[in-house]
């Protein structure tokens, strides 16, 4: 009972400081070098890694998949570029995307702002008379919401070369006809779709890993704990909203895929 409890509080703490990191919104589009600043450390500084795991992961897509086909009825791989790209765009890029920037950057945020938790400088901040939400949450969930869209976008394409560098060397597929076939069961709406859902996506990863800095307490090893907790939440709500927002996206749409 009292963990229920305890469960209950952190939630209903995590909606105030929602609410609350979402009231400096427009303060901080005011004065954006904050804003930018966090764009670099969390897109600018996770390219490499998400560019590197994109292209492996279309490599061993391309693999797998052509392979299978292949097995199946010959000569069908030429046709896995068409699901791969609605795959990648509407679910797979989203989610792995996301899950390494959770490994990457949502663990680094909160260590950082528990560490300023611990040592009191966010009680500092306060005595200067600065939010220490606005100044170190809000910033950073912005940038979240505009970093992750870019960063998806870099994952499905080196993804896609991935893909057709192993097709092209197991069915011997010219880049054209990989291309073409790639586009025919690609609607645009799923594109645009990929972009919310990216955006709400980054944006809540990075309000519970700034969430859980503010939550840390007990020194080091209380740090050391939030982290842990920042990361598995995060991880769990990126396949849960991928879940919801899919859903939801299917319902407004009609029931059509």
């Given amino acids: 009972m009292n963990k229920f409890k305890e469960v209950l509080k952190e939630i209903g703490n995590f909606f105030v400081f929602f609410l609350e990191t979402f009231y400096y919104f427009i303060d901080n589009f005011k004065k954006p070098a904050n804003i930018l600043e966090n764009i670099y450390n969390i897109g600018v500084k996770s390219l490499p890694v998400v560019v590197s795991t994109g292209f492996f992961l279309g490599l061993i897509m391309g693999l797998q998949l052509s392979d299978a086909l292949e097995s199946i009825i010959s000569g069908t791989s030429q046709y896995i570029s068409g699901a791969l790209s609605v795959s990648l765009v509407k679910e797979l890029g989203p989610v792995f995307t996301s899950l390494i920037v959770v490994s990457r950057v949502c663990s680094s945020v909160t260590a950082h702002i528990g560490t300023m938790k611990v040592t009191e400088q966010i009680d500092a901040l306060r005595t200067f008379g600065i939010n220490p939400v606005g100044f170190l949450a809000t910033p950073r969930v912005v940038a ?54 990216m955006m709400i996506i980054g944006g809540f ?44 996206i299917i319902m407004v749409s009609g029931g059509t895929l």
């Fill in 205 to 248: 990863i990075l309000e519970i890993s700034t969430f859980y800095g503010f939550e840390a307490k007990n020194g080091a090893a209380g740090v050391g704990e939030a982290t842990i907790k920042s990361v598995v939440v995060s991880s769990f709500c990126v396949i849960l909203l991928d879940y919801i927002l899919g859903a939801i």
């Fill in 144 to 197: 979240g919401m505009i970093s992750l869209p870019i960063l998806g976008f870099f994952s499905i394409l080196f993804s896609m070369i991935g893909a057709w560098i192993m097709i092209g060397l197991l069915g011997e597929i010219p880049l054209s006809v990989y291309i073409e076939v790639a586009q025919i069961p690609l609607k645009i709406r799923y594109i645009f779709e990929s972009i919310i859902k």
